[in-house]
């Protein structure tokens, strides 16, 4: 019989015993028990694999262990994860208690969809939300799974395409009131935004004060949810102190949200994600409704596996190893910035310059603060004290481009660098247009970052010796050979004056600040696609057209646009220059999610538009539209 009972009102954080990883432990003592199963999954504890060569190599790769603890949740003793009972829920609780929440669900299939969960539980058709113009799709998605019309909150972007800072003033209620106000399909303009998503740790790494923020909105927006799917880590570290979402003060009247992804800088396996919550004075968590959200979004085949890193990353981090733990990758990321500050390479880390003037207490947060009109971050005016960039994240500056926009004589293109790393072994995190980033997780090591500056250094050696691609790119040289005979140094050079040429950095920049007009709600765009009711428009023909996709470049991987927003100029303009880059430089394409090659024309799914309102040019759009579909 399970021993604990289920938990619906409140996860009873006190009185959760302290055994280490509950979860984790009864797995372990399951699969050692060697029960004779027969439910599901059919490979029957890793049996199934034997039946064939290439199964039995499969077994023997993965290990025994991981087979046999792969079981499906009939087994009573492991607790039920979707009702968050027995081991499960003490697995939760536990976790719970160590972050500081007040609830805390596992997620087994990533930060993705602990936030469509969060979204679920809390938003309605045609509900007011206050998003973060660059959240992850996830966010987007759930904007368009539950109807709602979104208000967003434009951040600032710097010329090297690095995501800024939304200005404090973005967040004031009166602001946010005004753009309700200026909504062209908000009817009730006095409604209550329903939840407020801030990506908390921009890609980049810049971090809120949250403690501010939620000052700021509490009372003003029902939810407030932090999607802070690379900062699980900020609990444990003084360094984070009000820079993360959960703990501090109560709020008087909004629910906070949190949405962590334990993979991505703790110790979770893949799609290891969780959800954090902090009640209240007035507001409770209701579970079971939540639930209903939690169960909408959940495999009712959960991989246990991946729930039991959830449970044993939590536990690592008990106790105090947490600080320890974060301490020891943050002193590998000083490092690391401060070796590569020494080494006399062209490639320098974005960061305040006064880490590099005085001796600065670099574990105090105060040497990460961004202050007003730096040049180094290239925000302008910050708010004193409001953002301060994560150290764990290293943001590596190219030559070639200056904070303003305007290019240098030389360059060298990330891309170009991030595929001669590649080649070498090392896999970044993130590139784009001169810079690329990497990320110090827990799991970081010395001789782990130290094999990347070496292999700076050799890149730029080559690059010094304008050495063959062919020679120091040999797999690259393969697939496109027309490289093969070019100089590194050329080639960079080659890309970096089409960069130039085209004032690419200012153009990105503008594309993504431009003002982004929705012609109707993201959800009844998407519906034109289930419908069909679409038309795949060429560039040339794009403009004033209505997206039915999200368009997303790649790099940085941000959405650009939202299904149901008109495409301006200035994403023509982009759009245009990506199609003759790629023509121009094969095997550096940049790539475009929602934007479709067809018979050779790049294309973008849009709404179709209506026959009376179709003009003539309107009609001639549409005639070749057809044409491209189905030639
Ligand atoms: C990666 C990421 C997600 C999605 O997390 P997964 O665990 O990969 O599903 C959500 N939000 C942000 C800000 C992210 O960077």
């Avoid at 059919?42 to 499969?58: D, E, R, T, W, Y």
């Avoid at 971090?207 to 939810?223: Q, V």
């Avoid at 050079?493 to 012609?519: F, G």
Wanted: glycine share 6%; with cysteine.
């Amino acid at each position: 019989m399970k021993n604990v009972k289920k938990q619906i009102v409140g996860q009873d954080v006190q009185s959760s015993k302290k055994t280490e990883a509950p979860f984790f432990s009864a797995l372990v003592k399951y699969t050692e028990r060697r029960a004779d199963s027969f439910h599901c999954p059919g490979h029957s504890g890793g049996q199934a694999f034997l039946k064939a060569p290439v199964g039995a190599k499969f077994r023997e790769f993965f290990g025994e262990n991981l087979l046999r603890a792969d079981i499906c949740n009939a087994v009573e003793e492991m607790g039920q994860l979707l009702d968050h009972t027995g081991a499960a829920y003490e697995a939760e609780a536990n976790a719970a208690r160590i972050f500081g929440a007040d609830h805390l669900f596992f997620v087994t299939n990533g930060t993705s969809t602990s936030n469509k969960i969060v979204w679920h539980s809390q938003v309605g058709p045609n509900d007011i939300v206050v998003v973060d113009r660059n959240c992850h799709k996830s966010n987007l998605h759930a904007i368009m799974m539950t109807g709602a019309t979104p208000v967003f909150l434009m951040p600032t972007r710097n010329h090297h395409g690095i995501i800024g800072p939304i200005p404090a003033s973005e967040f004031a209620p009166e602001t946010i009131r005004a753009k309700i106000a200026m909504h062209p399909f908000i009817k009730n303009k006095r409604r209550k935004p329903r939840i407020f998503t801030l990506t908390q740790s921009t890609y980049d790494g810049v971090l809120y004060n949250t403690t501010r923020l939620k000052h700021l909105l509490d009372g003003h927006i029902d939810a407030l949810h932090f999607d802070e799917a690379w900062l699980p880590h900020a609990s444990f570290h003084p360094i984070y102190n009000d820079m993360h979402a959960i703990g501090g003060e109560r709020m008087r009247e909004s629910l906070v949200f949190s949405t962590q992804s334990t993979h991505k800088t703790l110790a979770g396996l893949s799609q290891a994600s969780q959800v954090l919550v902090m009640e209240s004075l007035r507001k409770k968590l209701n579970r079971v409704l939540f639930n209903e959200a939690y169960l909408m979004h959940t495999s009712t085949s959960p991989q246990y596996s991946i729930i039991a890193s959830c449970d044993v990353s939590a536990a690592m981090m008990d106790d105090g190893r947490g600080q320890v733990i974060v301490e020891d990758a943050l002193k590998e990321a000083f490092a690391f910035r401060g070796e590569l500050r020494e080494s006399g390479l062209p490639f320098s880390a974005w960061e305040p310059p006064r880490l590099q003037e005085t001796t600065p207490n670099e574990l105090s947060q105060h040497a990460w603060l961004l202050h007003p009109n730096e040049p180094w971050h290239g925000f302008g005016a910050v708010e004193p004290g409001f953002n301060m960039l994560d150290p764990l994240k290293v943001t590596i500056l190219n030559p070639g481009l200056e904070m303003d926009g305007s290019f240098s004589h030389e360059g060298i293109p990330a891309q170009i660098v991030t595929k001669y790393l590649c080649e070498n072994g090392v896999i970044v995190e993130k590139c784009g247009l001169y810079s690329f980033f990497i990320m110090f997780t827990i799991g970081i090591t010395r001789e782990r970052w130290q094999t990347l500056l070496q292999k700076l250094g050799q890149f730029s050696r080559d690059y010094k010796a304008n050495a063959k691609i062919a020679s120091v790119m040999p797999e690259f040289a393969l697939k496109h050979a027309q490289y093969a005979e070019t100089g590194l140094k050329d080639l960079c050079q080659a890309i970096h004056e089409t960069y130039k040429a085209h004032d690419v950095a200012r153009m990105t920049t503008e594309m993504y600040t431009s003002p982004l007009v929705p012609a109707m709600k993201p959800s009844d765009a998407f519906a034109k696609m289930a419908h069909e009711e679409i038309d795949r428009i060429a560039i040339d023909d794009l403009e004033g057209c209505t997206t039915a996709v999200m368009l997303t470049p790649y790099p940085p991987g941000i959405p650009l646009l939202v299904p149901g927003e008109v495409i301006n100029a200035s994403i023509v303009r982009y759009l245009k220059f990506a199609r003759a880059f790629n023509q121009h430089f094969p095997g550096f394409e940049t790539d475009v999610h929602g934007l479709v090659k067809e018979n050779g024309e790049y294309a973008v799914d849009c709404v179709r538009e209506k026959r009376s309102r179709r003009s003539p040019n309107m009609a001639a759009r549409t005639r070749r539209a057809r044409a491209l579909q189905y030639s």
